[in-house]
């Protein structure tokens, strides 16, 4: 499975934007990248995804490298409830299509 | 409320016993997933159906069986369970292609006592 790199944890003072690195260097061009959140005890939660050019919803942002290799999710005003654990996922080609969670970020938003 | 349904949401039992885990997917979604969470674990990857049939294995033990039925929903087997078994068990639904979104249940908590 192709692999993405997250930092373990980081931090963000509630009401400022958030910008959460995710490298993927390995990506082919048929890879989605999708990133799901988890808040704690709840199932993983869809954030956004997207292939090759920023994607906006009513989440999130997500900026996207242009070799791709690189992308960064944006929250754009952060409150205590966006605190979860965040993953970046590649979804690859059909028939393979299961997301493969890593460690994640650890996002954690100081009042 | 993602649409994907779990039951039951708590479950206690004794080592060495037997238990199955119910999902329910999202309407018209024929792809099921289904993921372990220890505590404190990350989540991993047990088994995927699509419309009835095994499409992807991960780290599924061999005391652990699945199966997707006619009207798509699925079951999770659990057998002669130990107590390392207890973890959150998570379903998923998606449509078939990666560029659609997967919606997770809020899972079966299962304790092996």
């Known amino acids: 499975d192709a692999k993405t790199t997250q930092p373990n944890s980081m931090e963000s003072n509630e009401e400022e934007p958030v910008h959460l690195p995710c490298n993927h260097s390995?990506?082919?061009?048929?890879?989605?990248i999708h990133w799901y959140r988890q808040l704690p005890s709840q199932g993983p939660e869809y954030v956004i995804h997207?292939?090759?050019s920023n994607v906006n919803n009513r989440m999130a942002s997500l900026a996207i490298a242009e070799d791709r290799k690189s992308s960064t999710l944006i929250l754009h005003r952060a409150t205590l409830r966006d605190a979860a654990v965040y993953y970046c996922i590649l979804r690859v080609d059909f028939g393979n299509e299961k997301l493969t969670f890593g460690t994640g970020t650890r996002l954690t938003i100081i009042p | 409320d993602s649409g994907v349904t779990q039951t039951p949401k708590h479950l206690i039992t004794a080592t060495g016993q037997r238990v199955t885990l119910r999902c329910s997917p999202r309407?018209?979604?024929?792809?099921v997933y289904w993921y372990q969470q220890s505590l404190d674990q990350g989540l991993q990857f047990l088994i995927q159906?699509?419309?009835?049939?095994?499409?992807a294995k991960g780290n599924i033990l061999e005391r652990f069986s699945a199966q997707q039925f006619p009207d798509l929903h699925s079951e999770l087997n659990l057998s002669s369970l130990e107590l390392g078994d207890s973890a959150l068990y998570f379903c998923a639904s998606s449509g078939q292609l990666q560029n659609t979104e997967a919606f997770f249940g809020q899972g079966t908590r299962l304790t092996v006592v």
């Open positions: 390995t990506i082919s061009g048929t890879d989605y």
């Open positions: 309407s018209g979604d024929l792809s």
């Open positions: 997207g292939l090759t």
């Open positions: 159906y699509y419309n009835g049939e095994e499409r």
